[in-house]
């Protein structure tokens, strides 16, 4: 299973440790959701998410602020005997003297952030999912086209880096070459990113490694980009039939997500890097609402109307 570890987010998300008598190096968080206890805090405890990172906004606060002496000894025992990998205050909110006391004696990290409550929700719930989400690894190349993450995938030696790097030196953005990490971070959308030991470096048979962030700059380099489409290079076979109209569609699927696919025929002479271009740039004009291949197949159907209207 996945996991950030506790000293990661307090640096990610610029987290004060409130205390730092708690030793938080082996601290992991496996779940991308977050808790706020106000339920537990009223004495709840059904269902309680305890291995959440726990959130404690103005409400709970409040609230917390509210109870006598003896109520809160009975809720922070009962709430900090969880093993909570640990509890954000919001606001710039400190806990009161007791509370710090009983989590320093279970164990339990207290941190705080100057964020509002919504907005660090929304902004750990985000990273975290990237973070957690399921990954595979995958060869190819992933290089980021008009704003279209292009997949590049082939048989070892076909060309796949080559025509990242043409496409390098068109003015596009290398995300990773050699090999791709895919992460789930919705039902809809796939990130590609670069093993942090090959990232910005691309193997060229008979030359070697190049870098390609030193080489071309910062602009041509990317570290994460969405995947929009794969394009699949095989060796040309005069005796197969290939799409030359485009009509349907064709997926491979990665994670459970389906993503777009184009089998791409290589020979000599073909330039990969326009054809790369121009499947992302028909891609792109496919997900505003322009199809070129059905007003082609209208104009043919329009154009055998009239023929037949004529002969009328």
Known sequence: MASVSLLRVIEKMQLENLTPEIDIKTI???QPDINRPALQLAGYFEHYEASRLQIIGFVEYTYME????????EIYEKLLSYPIPGIVFCRELHPDKYFLKKAIEKGVPLLMTKKATSAFTAEIIRWLNVKLAPCISVHGVLVDVYGEGVLITGESGIGKSEAALELVKRGHRLVTDDVVEIRKVSDDTLIGSAPDITKHFIELRG?????????????????TQSIDLVIRLEDWDKDKEYDRLGLEEEYTEYLGNKVVCHNIPIRPGRNLAIICESAAVNHRQKKMGYNAAQALYQRVQASLSKKRDDEE
């Open 207 to 223: 030359i070697g490694i190049i870098d390609v962030k030193t080489l071309y700059g910062v602009s041509s380099v990317k570290d």
């Open 66 to 73: 509210g109870l006598s002496p003896k109520r809160k000894e």
């Open 28 to 30: 992991k968080i496996n």
